[in-house]
């Protein structure tokens, strides 16, 4: 995301803007992160981005060894994708939908020993408002979008949140990984 909390900037480009500053430190602890994961939960927009991309990474020889890495990673890593419309997805994906899509999260959540990683700004929203998050691991690029779409849909009440770990790279991205707050431990 950007400083001022976008993830895109113009409508459609996924997170893809010239503004990112994605480079092999950063690259490398991403796949590190997302080779702990137990288990990527993905909304259909992020997961067709992904889907596009990264299975035909992992083959790519004229990419670096470390983007072939995550390709592999992504294709390998188990995921539940949460659609309304697709019926069949690749890649070690099931797919999850319907009007009791955040029950069955959570129910998913409830049998998952280890990390569960949510890409996806609306659906990150909605399982914030559902109390389904425990963490935040946001990075920020060095950037001032001005405009564009924040990161999380308009949301109704304040969300305390504690400092666990703050890491920044020589690209000047920052990631910060923050615990939130039990509602009743903010009272």
Aim: contains cysteine; glycine residues 8%; hydrophobic residues 40%.
């Amino acid at each position: 995301m950007s400083l001022d909390l976008r993830i895109e900037q113009v409508p459609g480009d996924n997170g893809a803007g010239e503004w990112l500053r994605i480079d092999e430190e950063f690259h490398r602890e991403a796949n590190a992160q997302a080779q702990a994961l137990a288990l990527m939960v993905q909304g259909r927009v992020v997961y067709e981005v992904m889907e596009e991309y990264w299975p035909r990474a992992r083959a790519d020889v004229s990419l670096p060894d470390y983007m072939r890495e995550y390709g592999e990673i992504w294709t390998a890593k188990p995921k539940v994708l949460v659609s309304r419309t697709r019926r069949s997805a690749d890649h070690n994906t099931r797919i999850i939908g319907g009007d009791d899509a955040i029950e069955q999260l959570a129910a998913l959540r409830a049998q998952t020993d280890g990390t569960i990683s949510v890409g996806g700004a609306a659906l990150a929203t909605q399982l914030l408002r559902a109390g389904l998050l425990d963490e935040l691991l946001l990075c920020t690029h060095p950037a001032i979008l001005g405009f564009g779409r924040p990161l999380f849909d308009e949301y109704d009440v304040p969300i305390d949140l504690d400092l666990l770990e703050q890491r920044s790279f020589g690209s000047g991205v920052t990631m910060r990984r923050y615990a939130i707050r039990d509602v009743s431990e903010a009272s």
